[in-house]
């Protein structure tokens, strides 16, 4: 499909973006029933769903089913799904991941539940990135990175020159099949962009409006949002780019932030800290105000000396501090990194691995799985872990509907993660290694808390509603209800002596004098926590969302 420009003067909208992309009508099937499928296994669980594999009964094809989740269903089907499909449907490359058709499971007669689940799905994909790096099996070589680049670049161009953010780059998002095909997969948070398409020479060019900032996995998440930028670019997937294409280069992630403030500050290490040159204007983002960052170079020629001037040069224009100048995607693919020796591979030449997925890491290696996670929201919760069950589990059993079930909404039960299913695909080489990471980072609060998308346009692709109070529910660790009119969810703090979140009023207008009551409401939460309990027992029960603040602001002192 050819790329849509309306140029600089005229970003388009979202809905003549959706008409000048429509994608041949045979190219998505439409909606199948989920017995149109043999389900295989799961081989996902996101934020806002599990994803199963299964086998067309008709084609044969090998498919993934994303189960859309709702809390509650008197909220309906979650209106931030429906503008990822929207989006989906619209979207057609090679590096982008399809969908070809929903699917439904209408609850059976005995079912409490009344309406049905829904999925969607698309081609299936051997391996994410993330779970392919995490194979102590697998050893990528240059030219098998350069592919994969490219490739990643390539699917980007194409979303920045459709004015399309993505907003949640990372390695498990990439997917990679045993053609050697990489795929962007979940939209969950993108959006429409209303700025300027990048230009070649261009960098990412000037921001145009504002947006949440809070988005972006955190260990992928740019120092302009880390420091509370809003009126960003598509130059904050070039820096999750930067951090994929360095996690390849080493085999693990690069930046592994256990706050936000830790984060910027294991940024400052790797690129050097701001100055006026390298990142103008830095001094005065709101999150910058009360950073005073030690003096340091940088050292990222010397982590990565082993990987060739090349791979240096490219990793440097995509950290780039200052996102004005930081590379588009057109013009990294042109960097001589592609064109000198070794050449990349092609995608059919690359060697075949055994299947992997983030989740087969998750369950069985990262602590993540074990700690109480950060609040985690939005249009899907977390249906219950089919944890005993066999791989057909959560298919007509009522499932989807089910709350979170751990503490604090996380996707184990208090006592942890449960011992694998009888019977389900775990490669070898994930039962015997543990890498020395910290705990994979909790995704964007923007997820958790249903406000900050409240900045985002009305026509973003994960806009909140905004309308009216909660209707808490309380009860320590359970998620708060959101009003039946909207898709949010409140995780709930009741643990930590603070209510739910909040949301901000529906007037615009008001919105960001919200956000700032809001946060100072958020720094009341902090300061009863410190008082109400000594230091040990503040260790154990504060959520990690408390702790990272802490630690913040500890950073920021
Ligand atoms: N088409 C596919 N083929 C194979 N595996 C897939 C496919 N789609 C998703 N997965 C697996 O499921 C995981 C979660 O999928 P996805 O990222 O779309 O869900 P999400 O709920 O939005 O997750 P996140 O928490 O990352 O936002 C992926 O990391 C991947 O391992």
Same mark, same amino acid.
């Given at each position: 499909m050819k790329a849509v420009d309306a140029g600089p003067g005229a970003p388009m909208s979202p809905r003549s973006f959706a008409i000048a992309h429509q994608? #041949? $009508?045979?190219s998505f099937l439409g909606c199948s029933k989920i017995t149109d499928y043999e389900i295989l296994g799961k081989l996902g669980e996101g934020t806002f769903g599990e994803v199963h594999r299964a086998q067309s009964k008709k084609t044969k094809a090998h498919v993934a089913l994303k189960k859309i989740i709702m809390?509650?269903?008197?909220?309906?089907?979650p209106i931030t799904a429906l503008r990822e499909i929207k989006l989906l449907k619209l979207l057609s490359h090679q590096n982008v991941l399809r969908l070809e058709d929903m699917a439904v499971e209408h609850p059976a007669?005995?079912? $409490?539940?009344k309406r049905p689940i829904m999925y969607m799905v698309t081609p299936y994909m051997d391996h994410d990135l993330s779970g392919l790096l995490d194979n102590p099996t697998v050893h990528f070589t240059e030219p098998q990175i350069k592919c994969y680049l490219l490739q990643l670049l390539e699917g980007l161009r194409y979303l920045h020159e459709n004015h399309?953010?993505?907003?949640?780059? $990372?390695a498990a998002n990439l997917l990679i099949n045993n053609k050697g095909i990489l795929q962007i997969a979940d939209f969950g948070l993108a959006r429409h962009y209303e700025g300027p398409t990048p230009k070649p020479g261009? +960098?990412?060019?000037?921001?145009r409006r504002e947006y949440t900032s809070?988005?972006?996995t955190r260990w992928y998440r740019p120092p302009e949002l880390l420091m509370s930028?809003?009126? &960003?670019?598509t130059a904050i997937d070039m820096w999750g780019v930067g951090c994929v294409f360095g996690e390849m280069l080493l085999g693990k992630p690069i930046l592994t932030g256990e706050s936000d403030g830790h984060q910027l500050e294991i940024i400052f290490d790797l690129c050097g800290t701001p100055t006026e040159e390298t990142?103008?204007?830095?001094?005065?983002?709101p999150g910058a105000e009360a950073l005073s960052p030690r003096p340091r170079p940088g050292n990222l020629s010397q982590r990565?000396?082993?990987?060739g001037s090349g791979a240096i040069s490219l990793l440097r224009e995509l950290l780039k501090l200052d996102w004005r100048a930081r590379v588009n995607a057109h013009d990294a693919l042109q960097h001589p990194y592609f064109r000198n020796a070794p050449l990349p591979a092609q995608p059919g030449d690359l060697p075949m691995f055994e299947e992997s997925h983030e989740f087969d890491r998750r369950k069985f290696h990262d602590r993540k799985a074990a700690l109480p996670p950060a609040p985690k929201g939005g249009t899907v919760g977390r249906g219950v872990?089919?944890?005993?069950?066999? #791989?057909?589990?959560?298919f007509n059993t009522?499932? +989807?509907?089910?709350g979170r079930n751990g503490a604090?909404?996380?996707? &184990? #039960?208090r006592n942890g993660p449960p011992p694998?299913?009888? +019977?389900?695909?775990?490669?070898?080489?994930?039962?015997d290694r543990d890498r020395d990471l910290p705990p994979r980072p909790p995704v964007p609060h923007d997820y958790a808390n249903g406000?900050? +998308?409240?900045?985002?346009?009305?026509?973003?692709?994960r806009g909140r509603g905004r309308d009216g109070p909660p209707r808490g529910r309380g009860g320590g660790g359970g998620a708060r209800e959101a009003p039946a009119d909207r898709d949010f969810y409140y995780p709930s703090y009741d643990r930590e002596g603070g209510g739910g979140r909040r949301e901000p009023p529906r007037d615009d207008r008001r919105r960001h004098d919200w956000d700032d009551r809001h946060h100072d409401w958020d720094r009341r939460r902090i300061d009863y926590d410190d008082r109400s309990r000594n230091s040990r027992t503040r260790s154990r029960s504060r959520s990690p969302v408390v702790r990272d603040r802490d630690r913040d602001r500890d950073y920021r002192r």
């Open positions: 994608r #041949p $009508k045979s809390h509650n269903e008197k909220d309906g089907f007669r005995t079912d $409490k539940r399309i953010l993505h907003r949640d780059m $990372k261009g +960098g990412g060019g000037e921001g809070l988005v972006v930028l809003k009126r &960003y670019t990142m103008p204007g830095w001094k005065s983002l990565f000396r082993e990987k872990l089919d944890s005993n069950s066999g #791989p057909n589990s959560g009522g499932e +989807g509907f089910h604090n909404g996380s996707r &184990y #039960p694998p299913p009888p +019977g389900e695909r775990r490669p070898a080489w994930q039962r406000w900050d +998308g409240a900045a985002d346009h009305p026509d973003s692709y």
